[in-house]
T-cell receptor
Framework: ETGVTQSPTHLIKTRGQQVTLRCSSQ?????VSWYQQALGQGPQFIFQ???????GRGNFPPRFSGLQFPNYSSELNVNALELDDSALYLC?????????????FGEGSRLTVL | QKEVEQDPGPLSVPEGAIVSLNCTYS??????FMWYRQYSRKGPELLMY????GNKEDGRFTAQVDKSSKYISLFIRDSQPSDSATYLC????????????FGTGTQLKVEL
């Protein structure tokens, strides 16, 4: 069974640029959620996708957007990068929308904005 | 005020000690309570999950939820150096999907 994989693992961007982060969900999982974890903080919910539709969003501006594809993989796009966007971006997948508490996280993409 | 509050530590204990980690929350609608463990440069992994109030035990780990005081606890018995990690408490709502509200995380170091 393949776990959640994310790419790239590290990247550096400058303020104002755009970034795309990618996530492959665990086999059999149709729901993907994205979290932002700033240094020394807990993960913060950005949004989740279920069957290619956004299904729930946290307190993040519209420049954070996403996609889910028919194979349930997902992308997180961030436009007009700001310094505060520097963080670890975590993708998590589950076999559905029902909260069981068990999110399967990837190892994250660490974004540095200069 | 954050919905889930957690002392960031760091907390340093000797091997074999009993560790107590705690969180408080403010949203009385939370029904699901979890503890995740996060090793350095890794994603969080679920340790314990509790629905509503009560205790749950799994090996050396015990999770407690007291909804009347909005208090979440994790106890680790016979702590090992391999337990050194950041422990994140999290809460969720019924119907909230995969939206969890996490605490800041407590960094734990178990020393030989």
């Amino acid at each position: 069974e393949t776990g959640v994989t994310q790419s790239p693992t590290h990247l550096i961007k400058t303020r104002g640029q755009q970034v795309t982060l990618r996530c492959s969900s665990q086999s059999g999982h149709n729901t993907v959620s994205w979290y932002q974890q700033a240094l020394g903080q807990g993960p913060q919910f950005i949004f989740q996708y279920y069957r290619e539709e956004e299904n729930g969003r946290g307190n993040f501006p519209p420049r954070f957007s996403g996609l889910q594809f028919p194979n349930y993989s997902s992308e997180l796009n961030v436009n007009a990068l700001e310094l505060d966007d520097s963080a670890l971006y975590l993708c998590a997948s589950t076999p559905g929308l029902v909260v069981t508490g068990e999110l399967f996280f990837g190892e994250g993409s660490r974004l540095t904005v200069l | 005020q954050k919905e889930v509050e957690q002392d960031p530590g760091p907390l340093s204990v000797p091997e074999g000690a009993i560790v107590s980690l705690n969180c408080t929350y403010s949203n009385s609608a939370f029904q699901y309570f979890m503890w995740y463990r996060q090793y350095s440069r890794k994603g969080p992994e679920l340790l314990m999950y509790t629905y509503s109030s009560g205790n749950k035990e799994d090996g050396r780990f015990t999770a407690q939820v007291d909804k009347s005081s909005k208090y979440i606890s994790l106890f680790i018995r016979d702590s090992q150096p391999s337990d050194s990690a950041t422990y994140l408490c999290a809460s969720g709502l019924t119907g909230g999907g995969n939206k969890l509200t996490f605490g800041t995380g407590t960094q734990l170091k178990v020393e030989l």
